[in-house]
């Protein structure tokens, strides 16, 4: 069965320090594997978007970083900042899938405390 | 832009009771999707459209009905209200349906069915 799992489920970490979100997939054939962040009530955003090809990623202080042979994911957030405040989700394509076939993780809420 | 808007934010229905939530993309995308996001879940498709005047079933779609009469609008409609329907429903839409396309989501609306 094609699932996405995410770990930790939550964790805490001080503003400024850095933090790793895992992703683990098994989900075959695969295509890419995108990271989303979603803020309290509100929709989610893309972050990164990574083919089969790609190793790693960035969009600012966001990292993603991909091991296609293992299946699995890391998104690294570099000096947090209280906006990073937010639920990190992992989701993965399939090889020869559509948009609508699109597999998402359950996410790992992220708190910053100052 | 105003990107990716839903109506209403909030709705509080009775079982049996039949309500509409509408979408709108000003982005031009010929595709769209109704998700629903539970505690605990993944994201979870209900139904998509790759066009005006298509729609597909998703992941869960029992309960529900769409309709896409003009590209930039999808509606989800649901006929009679169940509990089970109490959710976190968020409207995305992309430009293609390409890999690597990003899809956009809207803000949701939380829905709670008595």
């Known amino acids: 069965k094609n699932q996405v799992e995410q770990s930790p489920q939550s964790l805490i970490i001080l503003e400024g320090k850095n933090c790793t979100l895992q992703?683990?997939?098994?989900?075959?054939?695969?295509?890419?594997l995108r990271w989303y962040k979603q803020d309290t009530g509100r929709g989610p955003v893309s972050l990164t978007i990574?083919?089969?090809?790609?190793n790693t990623k960035s969009n600012g202080r966001y990292t993603a970083t991909l091991d296609a042979d293992t299946k699995q994911s890391s998104l690294h957030i570099t000096a947090s900042q209280l906006s990073d405040s937010a639920s990190y989700i992992c989701?993965?394509?399939?090889?020869?899938?559509?948009?609508?076939?699109?597999?998402f993780g359950k996410g790992t809420k992220l708190s910053v405390k100052p | 832009n105003a990107g990716v808007t839903q109506t209403p934010k909030f709705r509080v229905l009775k079982t049996g009771q039949s309500m509409t939530l509408l979408c709108a993309q000003d982005?031009?995308?010929?595709?769209m999707y109704w998700y629903r996001q539970d505690p605990g879940m993944g994201l979870r498709l209900i139904h998509y459209?790759?066009?005006?005047?298509?729609?597909a079933k998703g992941e869960v779609p029992d309960g529900y009905n769409v309709s896409r009469l003009k590209k930039q609008n999808f509606l989800l409609g649901l006929e009679s209200a169940a509990p089970s329907q109490t959710s976190v429903y968020f409207c995305?839409?992309?430009?293609?349906?390409?890999?690597?396309?990003?899809?956009?989501f809207g803000p949701g609306t939380r829905l709670t069915v008595l």
């Open positions: 990574m083919t089969f090809s790609e």
């Open positions: 989701v993965v394509m399939n090889y020869g899938g559509s948009q609508g076939n699109l597999i």
């Open positions: 992703c683990n997939y098994t989900v075959s054939p695969f295509s890419n």
């Open positions: 982005m031009n995308h010929e595709y």
């Open positions: 459209s790759v066009g005006e005047g298509t729609t």
């Open positions: 995305a839409s992309s430009y293609e349906d390409t890999d690597t396309d990003t899809q956009y």
